[in-house]
């Protein structure tokens, strides 16, 4: 009769560890690198929006008012900072 044995060698074992390590070590990075894609995109976002509220602002006010004077103007909103650069091209013409 044969003796038969179930299980496995140590060589097989030591094998599927290194392959479970690997692969778990590539889903870590991988999980890293979409959490600081989401964070950027997040932050880019915010900028974008608060650029856009205060374009639309600064749109909205007459054209002699006192945010619309010539000058550098900063504001923060939440954790972003604007600086707002105004420039007299002409007497009826403004750069931001």
């Known amino acids: 009769m044969k003796n ?8 097989e074992v030591l094998v599927s560890m290194i392959l479970i390590s690997f692969s778990s070590i590539f889903l870590m990075k991988c999980m890293i690198t979409s959490l600081n894609s989401v964070k ?10 608060a650029v856009e509220i205060k374009k639309n602002y600064l749109i909205s006010k007459n054209f002699k008012s006192p945010e619309l ?28």
């Open 69 to 96: 004077s010539k000058g550098i103007k900063t504001e923060s909103l939440e954790q972003i900072h604007l600086e707002i650069k105004v420039k007299d091209l002409t007497p009826v013409l403004k750069e931001l």
């Open 4 to 11: 038969v044995r179930g299980g496995f060698t140590l060589v």
């Open 40 to 49: 950027n995109s997040n932050i880019r976002f915010r900028v974008s929006t």
